[in-house]
């Protein structure tokens, strides 16, 4: 095999290895620069984003943030209220 070739492949596999090793720092970087759980979501250990209750089963476990009707009704509307054509 040629040195160029030589040299390319290793290259390349720096590349990608230095690519695995930037996405699993990210993901964590990511996960621990979250202060909050974005609906429906767990909330055992972190309070949900947006004032939007935690609701947990009878024994306190299994805790997910969950949205009102209400809410749910004012996102829709919002997300909505672009896209209605005038007839």
């Known amino acids: 095999m040629s040195p160029k070739v030589q040299v390319l492949l290793l290259i390349v596999g720096l590349i ?17 620069e979250r202060s909050c759980a974005e609906a429906y979501k767990s909330c055992d250990s972190i309070p949900c984003c947006d004032n939007i209750a935690c609701i947990c089963n009878p024994m306190r476990t299994n805790c997910k943030c969950k949205k009102g009707i209400f809410r749910i009704i004012g996102d829709w509307i919002r997300k909505n209220k672009g896209t209605r054509k005038i007839v």
């Open 16 to 32: 990608m290895f230095l690519a695995v090793h930037a996405e699993e720092e990210f993901g964590e970087i990511e996960e621990s």
